[in-house]
């Protein structure tokens, strides 16, 4: 099973997929190193939103 994922470059913000479950060390646009980033799915974004409901919940009890 293929691990995909988007990366995006901090740079020059070019954006592509990855298929190898590796995020590469170079911009193949512009070429510069370490200003990939792996963008967030929409399941994580998510499962974050979740998260912060749960905070909010035990926030909530606490005061
Ligand atoms: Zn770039």
Do not use: H, W
Not at 14 to 37: H, N, Q, R
Not at 42 to 54: G, M
């Amino acid at each position: 099973m293929f691990f995909m994922f988007k990366v995006k470059c901090s740079s020059c913000g070019f954006e592509f997929e990855v298929k190898s479950g590796k995020i590469p060390k170079k911009c193949p646009y512009c070429d510069k190193e370490g200003t990939l980033e792996r963008k967030k799915s929409a399941q994580e974004l998510l499962e974050e939103v979740e998260e912060l409901e749960k905070n909010y919940v035990i926030k909530d009890k606490e005061y």
